[in-house]
């Protein structure tokens, strides 16, 4: 079974946020990037352990420019046997979905897995977008997915429970939280990406429907006030009037 994961870069949640250009465009400056650990934790370590049980390969990609080749090597560290970088800025989702599903499309995959959504911008867009792009059915925020020849039965939370999906060979799926846990790369994982391919593409010509016009930081945080036990009419009168939630 061959398998496609799509992995993109995000910024460590440690990472100071900042903007520059009057707010235009976000500031790298200082900013440690790591593997979005969606893709990561559920969409690649879900990936590797169907192919330890079934066989197959597992590809990772992502669309983004030569300072993203040290987190796709942490992705290969973990397990991946190859690596596809599609050589360009991903500007927007749709962009993004179209490049990888143009890739997958050409390269006969028999899943393609994403991460539910990416930490830093919260879309949940290119799962289906790609599945979209390449007429396959698409499966969202699935907690389980088990491999029995080209069926897959697949769990995702409903309201008051669980739906059970049953689905054929191939498809696209996004990876919710229960789909796998988090694997740390060893030593010998981190030795071995080192020599496995990374292998750059050119992207396709593809039309841009979004742009980003500004960014905004969240507004400070007021300074916690201190209230005496013994002085309850204050405490009210501050929910009531300042809070506004009595």
């Given at each position: 079974?061959?398998?496609?994961?799509?992995?993109?870069?995000?910024?460590?949640?440690?990472?100071?946020?900042a903007?520059t250009?009057?707010?235009?465009?976000?500031d790298?400056?200082?900013?440690?990037?790591?593997?979005?650990?969606?893709?990561?934790?559920?969409?690649?370590?879900?990936?590797?352990?169907?192919?330890?049980?079934?066989?197959?390969?597992?590809?990772?990609?992502?669309?983004?420019?030569?300072?993203?080749?040290s987190?796709i090597?942490?992705?290969?560290?973990?397990?991946?046997?190859?690596?596809?970088?599609?050589?360009?800025?991903?500007?927007d989702?749709?962009?993004?979905?179209?490049?990888?599903?143009?890739?997958?499309?050409?390269?006969?995959?028999?899943?393609?897995?994403?991460?539910?959504?990416?930490?830093?911008?919260?879309?949940?867009?290119?799962?289906?977008?790609?599945?979209?792009?390449?007429?396959?059915?698409?499966?969202?925020?699935?907690?389980?997915?088990?491999?029995?020849?080209?069926?897959?039965?697949?769990?995702?939370?409903?309201?008051?429970?669980?739906?059970?999906?049953?689905?054929?060979?191939?498809?696209?799926?996004?990876?919710?939280?229960?789909?796998?846990?988090?694997?740390?790369?060893?030593?010998?994982?981190?030795?071995?990406?080192?020599?496995?391919?990374?292998?750059?593409?050119?992207?396709?010509?593809?039309?841009?429907?979004?742009?980003?016009?500004?960014?905004?930081?969240?507004?400070?945080?007021?300074?916690?006030?201190?209230?005496?036990?013994?002085?309850?009419?204050?405490?009210?009168?501050?929910?009531?009037?300042?809070?506004?939630?009595?």
């Amino acid at each position: 079974m061959k398998i496609l994961v799509c992995i993109s870069k995000t910024p460590d949640t440690t990472s100071k946020i900042a903007f520059t250009e009057g707010n235009t465009k976000f500031d790298e400056n200082g900013v440690q990037y790591i593997v979005n650990p969606y893709d990561e934790w559920y969409a690649l370590v879900r990936a590797l352990e169907l192919k330890e049980a079934n066989g197959g390969s597992v590809t990772i990609i992502t669309v983004g420019t030569a300072n993203d080749d040290s987190v796709i090597r942490k992705a290969l560290a973990i397990g991946a046997d190859e690596a596809i970088r599609i050589d360009t800025e991903p500007t927007d989702a749709y962009y993004t979905a179209m490049q990888i599903a143009n890739y997958a499309n050409s390269n006969g995959f028999d899943l393609v897995l994403t991460g539910k959504e990416t930490i830093n911008y919260n879309g949940s867009q290119v799962g289906g977008m790609i599945a979209e792009a390449m007429s396959l059915p698409f499966i969202s925020l699935a907690s389980r997915l088990d491999v029995n020849g080209s069926t897959l039965t697949l769990e995702t939370e409903i309201t008051g429970g669980l739906q059970v999906i049953e689905a054929q060979l191939p498809l696209v799926v996004s990876c919710a939280k229960g789909m796998a846990e988090q694997r740390i790369p060893n030593m010998r994982g981190i030795m071995a990406a080192r020599t496995k391919p990374l292998t750059v593409i050119a992207p396709t010509e593809n039309e841009v429907f979004t742009s980003f016009e500004s960014y905004t930081m969240p507004e400070a945080k007021s300074a916690c006030k201190m209230i005496s036990p013994e002085n309850m009419d204050e405490l009210v009168s501050l929910l009531h009037n300042e809070a506004k939630v009595i």
